[in-house]
């Protein structure tokens, strides 16, 4: 396939649902900036796109909860790639520790919070201020910004509040920046998986097998995949959303429908 000469920036992509989002765009010809936590993770996602795909792959060691951290991930993609046209904030933790909202502490309160809402909301605030100013000096230039939420930004967990407060912000976050940025023409979206099968989901497996094959829990009776989530983020990034912005897409087996 045919480069299309765009860049991507895809945070917590060293292993699972951003791994694979960065997998499907690298496979489509943008090159990737790779960030995680992880230093090990990646490095070798990064290598193993790069000679995979024929891209460059930047592998970026950072924690996005941190302000000096952000700023060089930026500093970093403008030096090696000198453009930005995709964000894709899919960076985030669950509850180190799950405890009921009547017991759970400020510590991972504070936790959860900074790196799945703060995070992404400053690290997309330095984005877009350079995708405008990208767009300032050349007119054609089409940003795009992906939030990866979660069905937990509109259903109830008790036992892990933090992290579906966290969510059922960011679903804020992506209406604030599409309704700031639609003057440039930089579209900003929010994408709610459901039940993905990842590390995150690997403890209560036998819990969501339950129900998602003998309860009806999903009208689609099977686990969600990486790459389920990483084709939605394909098709915005491909373009196929031209008129769109601030739009949310549900990649969760119809568990978002409401059912008798």
Excluded at 102 to 109: G, I, K
Excluded at 158 to 175: D, F, H, I, N, V
Excluded at 182 to 192: D, G, H, K
Aim: aromatic residues 8%.
């Amino acid at each position: 396939m045919g480069r299309n000469m765009k860049v991507a920036l895809v945070t917590g992509s060293g292993r699972g649902i951003g791994r694979s989002i960065a997998e499907s765009l690298a496979q489509n010809g943008f090159d990737i900036g790779i960030v995680d936590i992880a230093a090990e993770s990646a490095a070798e996602a990064a290598r193993e796109l790069g000679k995979e795909y024929g891209v460059r792959a930047l592998a970026i060691v950072a924690d996005i909860s941190r302000s000096s951290d952000r700023t060089r991930i930026v500093e970093m993609m403008k030096a090696e790639f000198g453009r930005l046209d995709l964000l894709v904030n899919n960076a985030g933790v669950a509850p180190r520790v799950r405890l009921d909202i009547l017991q759970a502490t400020e510590e991972s309160y504070d936790w959860v919070m900074n790196i799945n809402l703060k995070g992404p909301y400053f690290l997309t605030q330095l984005v877009a201020n350079w995708m405008v100013a990208q767009k300032q000096a050349d007119g054609s230039f089409d940003g795009k910004i992906i939030n990866i939420s979660s069905m937990s930004a509109y259903t109830s967990s008790p036992a892990r509040g933090e992290y579906c407060l966290s969510k059922a912000a960011m679903s804020m976050m992506t209406q604030l920046y599409a309704d700031r940025l639609a003057e440039f023409r930089i579209q900003v979206f929010e994408l709610r998986p459901g039940i993905i099968k990842t590390d995150m989901t690997a403890a209560v497996a036998d819990k969501y097998d339950r129900l998602i094959f003998h309860e009806g829990l999903t009208p689609i009776k099977r686990w969600g995949r990486p790459v389920d989530v990483a084709r939605a983020v394909l098709a915005i990034a491909l373009d196929y959303f031209p008129f769109s912005t601030g739009e949310v897409l549900n990649v969760d087996g119809g568990f978002h429908m409401r059912r008798l």
